[in-house]
């Protein structure tokens, strides 16, 4: 993901968080970061948090948790959310696995 990607994500977390100031937007740009190597990790895959309509809810959640320092709490709370990421993402990646050796 590109630098301007990223740091479009991160203004989007600004604005969900009711963030006016710049003084945060590297400490912002990072927990935008470590949402989406997190969240990559529990899909399998790389998404495009730009475009996945359900997936960036998700990371904004995270930037939150991560900004108010209750990450501990964000698999309990978000569970069945990443449960449904990662099973969404399993079934695509095993239908395009399948598609290929069919073709």
Do not use: C
């Not at 309509?53 to 959640?61: C, E, I």
């Not at 990421?85 to 695509?92: A, D, H, M, P, T």
Request: charged share 30%.
């Amino acid at each position: 993901m590109g630098e301007e990607q990223l740091e479009g994500l991160r203004d989007q977390l600004k604005s969900y968080l009711h963030i006016t100031w710049n003084e945060e937007d590297a400490t912002l740009l990072d927990k935008v970061k470590e949402g989406i190597a997190y969240l990559d990790d529990i899909a399998g895959t790389k998404i495009d948090y730009t475009t996945d309509l359900k997936a960036k809810p998700l990371l904004m959640d995270y930037g939150r948790y991560a900004y108010n320092h209750s990450l501990e709490l964000f698999e309990i709370n978000f569970e069945r959310e990443l449960f449904k990421l990662s099973l969404r993402e399993g079934i695509n990646a095993y239908e395009a696995t399948n598609t290929e050796a069919g073709s």
